[in-house]
């Protein structure tokens, strides 16, 4: 069966420092990627999709970016993270065709 | 660009009422749609999905929703809520297509008195 990982599961980093989210995918191959956040009080706000290695797609304009270096692994970076930059990032997964999206357990991410 | 609502920030019930959580979506296109369940110290997990056909639509745990093109909603129901449906409830769509990019309302907090 499939399975999505994402590490760490909380993370208190100062403003400026780098940041490296890291999420996995088991059990598929060739899936579609996605890094979503979800601020205080607010819906999950997609940030990047990714429909193959080294392909990136960017939805919002921000301080992250985004890498797919192998085919199952999708990483969520900043050089310098910004107060606003807190929230609760989700990673997901899906195949083409009629299939719902599946979740990871989200990353909790204090910017102090 | 295509949006969510969820009227509901917060619903209180109690155990055996019925439930009725809103989703209005805006797109003009073919769209997916989907209800997402989020227990308390749980991953987001799936509760039921439209892309065709039926537009009412059973999903797990004694959940339905129907998808009405005309009034773009996607309303979720149960006819009675137990406790254990404490959660918060998302409504996502999602143009047909082959990354689909889900948008999601801002969530529904239902609390369950037993």
């Known amino acids: 069966s499939q399975t999505i990982h994402q590490w760490p599961a909380t993370l208190v980093q100062p403003v400026g420092s780098p940041l490296s989210l890291e999420c996995t995918v088991e059990g598929t191959s060739n899936p579609n990627l996605y890094w979503y956040r979800q601020a205080a009080g607010r819906g999950l706000q997609l940030l990047f999709y990714?429909?193959?290695?080294?392909?990136i797609s960017s939805e919002v304009p921000q301080n992250l970016s985004a890498s797919r270096p192998q085919d199952r692994q999708f990483i969520l970076s900043s050089k310098k993270l910004l107060l606003s930059d807190s929230g609760f990032y989700l990673c997901?997964?899906?195949?083409?065709?009629?299939?719902?999206?599946?979740f990871g357990d989200g990353t909790r991410l204090s910017i102090l | 660009a295509q949006s969510v609502s969820q009227h509901n920030h917060h619903v209180i019930l109690s155990e055996a009422a019925s439930l009725e959580l809103g989703c209005n979506y805006s797109y003009g296109g073919t769209v997916n749609l989907f209800w997402y369940v989020q227990y308390p110290g749980q991953h987001l997990q799936l509760l039921l999905k439209y892309f065709s056909g039926d537009p009412l639509v059973k999903g797990i745990k004694g959940f339905e929703a129907e998808f009405i093109k005309s009034k773009f909603s996607f309303n979720l129901r149960k006819p009675s809520v137990q406790w254990s449906d404490t959660a918060e409830y998302f409504c996502a769509v999602s143009k047909s297509g082959s990354a689909r990019q889900l948008t999601f309302g801002s969530g529904t907090q239902l609390t369950v008195l037993p």
């Open positions: 997901a997964w899906d195949r083409e065709g009629n299939q719902p999206q599946h």
């Open positions: 990714s429909v193959g290695i080294g392909q």
